[in-house]
């Protein structure tokens, strides 16, 4: 089995990870059953095995023991040189959770954006950044009991506070400063040249997607997946599709795997194009933007004429192309 860099393999890993084994698959997939009070150390294994985080949510399970709703937390590792991924399923118990970032410092993000969507609060005592609540909304957590019954009210302010002192400013960028397709707002603090901090925040456009996606069918699901951005619908696609192929057991001819593979360079190319353009647009170069949208629109009809396309839309589809 092939090492990684810092001497751990996923077989290394479920070696030492508390808990146990709940399902695996010939696809590479392994689910492993956690209680709550084994994260802390389940995270600190992952990171000695050199395991990539993929994504950490939470789920509603159903109704729990006493008839309230109970949720599950999802903890999902890649060992990408395996080819294999690694599901660690916990309950989530009421009070404050296990703060994970401090090992894998990649679910920082995960356990705001589930503060805000949920509730769960993770321990530490680590100011939250806002992620998908706009700056007011101090009593709403989690978002959708926010939503629905008008928050839960919070004993103290959990979020990092939102300051620029001295004689630094905030330079607004997004998430429409330039053009409308921006989604994101980035707040650089800088005072003139150097970079002070960055506030980061997706409220503006947050559109629930994942919540949109949870209970459809794989095929009308990968049509939303596809669509929410146009620019990467390859890629999202392709991704979302190999995610229920490997769930399913489903396989793939190698003769689409190879079709899926041209459109993916065919995407990746002409967005470094249109970048190349938007830079030129940026910095003022007019004549240069001007050649390279020419080449664009050269390559968008590449596009078409190869898969019906301009964007490529409708080329992956669950199994196949």
């Given at each position: ?11 290394w ?30 995270a600190a ?23 309230a ?9 890649a060992?990408?040189r ?30 705001c ?13 680590q100011p ?8 007011g ?28 002192q001295g ?9 429409v ?9 980035m707040?650089?603090?800088t005072t ?10 997706w ?9 949109q ?34 769930a399913?057991?489903t ?9 899926r ?10 967005n ?18 001007a ?14 004429a190869?898969?019906g ?9 669950i199994?196949?192309?």
């Open positions: 089995m092939t090492e990684l860099s810092d001497g751990g393999t996923l077989a890993a479920l070696s030492r990870l508390p808990g146990r084994a709940q399902s695996s698959s010939q696809t590479g997939v392994v689910g492993w059953l956690l209680d709550p009070s084994e994260l802390s150390a389940s294994v992952l990171a000695a095995a050199g395991g990539r985080v993929a994504d950490m949510f939470v789920v509603e399970t159903g109704p729990g023991p006493t008839g709703t109970s949720q599950e937390r999802l903890l999902v590792v060992f990408d395996e080819n294999s991924y690694l599901i660690l399923r916990s309950e989530v118990t009421p009070g404050v959770q296990p703060a994970l970032a401090a090992a894998l410092p990649a679910l920082y993000l995960e356990e954006e589930i503060f805000e969507l949920w509730g769960v609060l993770p321990g530490g005592g939250l950044n806002r992620v998908l609540l706009p700056p909304r101090e009593a709403g957590a989690p978002l959708r009991m926010a939503d629905e019954v008008g928050g839960r009210a919070l004993a103290t302010e959990v979020r990092a506070p939102h300051v620029v004689e630094a400013f905030e330079f607004p960028v997004g998430p400063r330039g053009v409308g397709q921006e989604s994101l707002y707040g650089l603090v003139g040249e150097e970079l002070l901090d960055v506030y980061l925040a409220f503006h456009k947050h559109r629930g997607i994942e919540q996606l949870a209970g459809m069918e794989p095929e009308h699901a990968l049509f939303l997946v596809e669509r929410c951005e146009g620019l990467g619908a390859v890629g999202n696609a392709l991704a979302f599709a190999r995610a229920v192929e490997t399913s057991d396989q793939v001819e190698a003769a689409c795997e190879r079709t593979s041209v459109a993916l360079e065919l995407e990746r190319m002409y470094h194009v249109a970048a190349t353009a938007a830079l030129c647009q940026s910095t003022g170069l007019g004549v240069g933007q050649q390279v949208e020419m080449l664009l629109e050269e390559w968008l009809r590449l596009n078409a190869a898969f396309h301009r964007y490529l839309f409708n080329v992956v589809t199994g196949g192309v």
